[in-house]
């Protein structure tokens, strides 16, 4: 059974009966399992992560919308994390039985859907986008629903789906599909804060590194010790072997070990397998020949 | 749902319809998935992999043994395999959501239901012995059928459970719990074959080397190189990454290079895991956080 995972963020993290109302659309729609859901209130933001089939999660997603929209107005929404609609990001992921190309064939029927049901306009991100000046998240929500009617009427920004001007309440969604994050961090047999950010520098994708890194250098101060702190976007493009080895390198430059690694949070199976792939030179191997899938699968 | 894997071993490798009808007998046993089976006509012998939790994989083992006490007849078998009964051993394996512990309790469990329903002799192996001397498949199996009353009329070798005597045409069965095998090579980087022997020499436990690892040299002809293949009989103990560690070290002191390695069949997902943890130097990782595990597990 394939299995998307999605990750909606929504503009309230402050009335906790709207949260509850809003992870209850999720939970209560057939074929979805509301994995987590946390909700920050100086953000005024919640986050949701949920897992099912195609169907399933367009449900859900629909679903949380029409609550969304009953009890959202961004008119009178105020908090730290930039936003431009009340359902903002809508992300879909594939994880298993599922490829990339089906999660972007699923934001554009999620977009269409919303656009159709709610007349919330949407631009589609990531994967899903067809425009590399509308890939990036944060190109598209810069200036946020305050500078969103401005922003829609300016060459280049009519949505992909719905009315060509903002809903009054509720903004703009933006949907789409990514790889799943891992967040890793290599922590440095040191405390020199200098060294940590040297390293980020030469490997995220920004100043010049791997394609699919983004890292910065900061300190532990409990553990007295310098940590790179990444994002790694897409982690069979740019896999988690081949990040671990240059921070290495980059650290040994500078007379440092590696103290440890860490993944914070969830890794996909694969990330890990690949990694016992390249250090064990493993040669004509299969995910088939993994036991539990095989017997799983039969 | 705990997954318990079980490797039936039955001594009929030349008639296809009894063959077929011991598979059935376990492809008809609800809760119990026939993941693969295999006959041999020169051994003489078949071999099944089923998979489910403990009552269902104890219904199936006890179905296989009223199909091959009705089929076979030892008195006149004849193969090039060692067997000492008509059902001759049968593991017990933990996959999934299962302790060795519990796959020992089901040795004894189906163990002692054997002897009682069918007056089958039954010798419990590996995990399952309390006995160091009936620890060793080989040890029990000592002799085979043909020496088999001689055997158990000696001392130390009484049944664990059952009649003191073999059965007339089944003779006894040997059941037992133990981790899953991995089959894994290295293949080297020459067509040495002295440096592949030396190499197995030094890891295997046999001749000193690590514990749960069986050795040997071998050389490719057709790849023109030499190989350490090995036995993994214990990947927790005895990790896949400590084994090639050791051989590679060891390759280096004769110059040689790995070339590559390769996993025969199956591995438990673990396995790689670990492999994972000790390269990237992974602190603070739990299974809990593999996405797949998380999502289906909830």
Chains 1, 2 share one sequence.
Not at 31 to 56: C, E, I, K, P, Q
Not at 85 to 108: Q, Y
Not at 117 to 140: G, H, T
Not at 259 to 282: C, D, I, K, M
Request: glycine share 6%.
């Amino acid at each position: 059974m394939p299995i998307i995972e999605s990750i909606p963020n929504v503009s309230e993290g402050r009335r906790a009966d709207v949260v509850e109302r809003l992870a209850s659309a999720i939970r209560d729609t057939p074929g979805v399992r509301l994995l987590d859901h946390s909700a920050d209130a100086s953000h005024n933001r919640s986050v949701f992560t949920l897992a099912g089939d195609a169907g399933a999660v367009k449900a859900a997603t629909l679903a949380l919308f029409a609550v969304a929209l009953e009890t959202i107005d961004l008119r009178r929404h105020r908090g730290e994390h930039p936003r431009l609609g009340a359902v903002d990001v809508v992300p879909f992921v594939p994880i298993e039985g599922v490829t990339m190309a089906d999660c972007v064939a699923l934001a554009r029927d999620v977009g269409a859907a919303v656009a159709e049901r709610y007349q919330v306009p949407v631009f589609l991100y990531e994967e899903a986008s067809a425009n590399p000046a509308r890939k990036n998240l944060e190109d598209i929500r810069r200036g946020e629903f305050e500078g969103l009617a401005a922003k829609m009427a300016s060459a280049g920004w009519s949505p992909d789906f719905g009315p060509a001007t903002p809903h009054a309440a509720a903004g703009a969604s933006v949907i789409g599909a990514r790889m799943p994050l891992i967040a890793y961090n290599v922590n440095l047999a040191t405390d020199r804060l200098d060294v940590a950010k040297k390293i980020a520098a030469a490997i995220r994708h920004s100043s010049g590194g791997l394609r699919y890194v983004k890292a910065m250098g900061i300190r532990l101060d409990d553990r007295n010790l310098a940590q790179v702190s990444m994002n790694l976007t897409n982690y069979e493009k740019t896999p988690v072997f081949r990040v671990f080895e240059m921070v290495k390198r980059e650290a040994a430059r500078y007379g440092v070990a590696i103290l440890e690694s860490e993944v914070v949070g969830l890794v996909p199976s694969a990330a890990l397998v690949h990694s016992a792939e390249f250090y064990l030179q493993l040669e004509r191997f299969t995910e088939d020949q993994i036991l539990e899938k095989k017997l799983r699968d039969g």
